[in-house]
């Protein structure tokens, strides 16, 4: 049994990760606690505070009888919005509070892009303008090339909850161009679990979402490759040869 350990900002799309762990099979546990998210608002300084110290430490209070082996901050903008080097040292942080490998969202969005090989990447994001391009320049420091950026202005992350298949899937057609060899929709508060094999069939590319780079990055952390075609191209890469 691998299991693995998710801090999430409030409650919005949840319950992605029980769809995406009974997707993943008997032998792989998704434990989530929920934080503070503070001030529900797609703003700088209430992201930058929603990822601080003090609400990651809490966070992991709940997690430390769980067992897990690794643990991930699921909060993209609460990553992001501290920088390249703030969210670095914001791992580093999560780590030593864990007592265990850490990462984050937005630190996972880079790996996962490295990992299918890809550097050219466009964004659809939920955010308002001027945080979306902050999670572009996240990407263009990690050594990705950034196409462009497409923002729906979405305020909260209450209201990205609600969104539908329909909603994702415009958002990611929105974001498409010629040049990009992935699609990037950053926002764990979107449902994209259950809507992954359609994004990527509409766009014939590899599609990242938020929910599904965080779990990859718990699995990385832990050492595992799950085969899992239904999470989209990330998911089929194969495991290692052992030698």
Do not use: C
């Not at 990553?79 to 040292?89: L, S």
């Not at 550097?119 to 955010?127: E, H, K, L, Q, S």
């Not at 990242?208 to 191209?233: K, S």
């Amino acid at each position: 049994m691998t299991a693995l350990g998710f801090l999430y900002p409030g409650h919005s799309a949840e319950d992605d990760y029980p769809r995406m762990e009974q997707l993943l099979g008997s032998d792989v546990r998704l434990d989530l606690i929920h934080t503070d998210i503070g001030e529900d608002a797609h703003r700088v300084d209430p992201l930058g505070e929603m990822g601080s110290a003090e609400r990651l430490a809490a966070g992991m209070e709940g997690l430390r009888l769980a067992g897990v082996e690794a643990v991930v901050w699921a909060a993209t903008s609460g990553g992001f919005a501290h920088g390249w080097e703030g969210a670095q040292a914001q791992v580093r942080t999560l780590a030593r509070l864990a007592g265990m490998p850490a990462s984050s969202t937005s630190v996972a969005f880079v790996h996962a892009a490295r990992e299918l090989g890809v550097r050219r990447v466009a964004v659809g994001a939920t955010y308002p303008e001027d945080v979306a391009t902050l999670f572009a320049e996240f990407l263009r420091a990690g050594g990705l090339e950034v196409t462009g950026t497409r923002s729906s202005g979405t305020v909260t992350a209450t209201e990205v909850g609600t969104w539908g298949e329909e909603d994702v899937l415009a958002l990611a057609r929105a974001a498409d161009v010629p040049d990009a060899q992935a699609v990037l929709l950053p926002d764990t508060a979107l449902h994209t679990a259950a809507h992954l094999p359609l994004l990527e069939k509409t766009l014939s590319k590899p599609v990242l979402t938020a929910n599904q780079v965080t779990v990859w990055e718990g699995l990385r952390l832990a050492d595992r490759r799950v085969n899992a075609p239904i999470l989209g191209t990330l998911f089929t890469r194969e495991p290692p040869a052992q030698a």
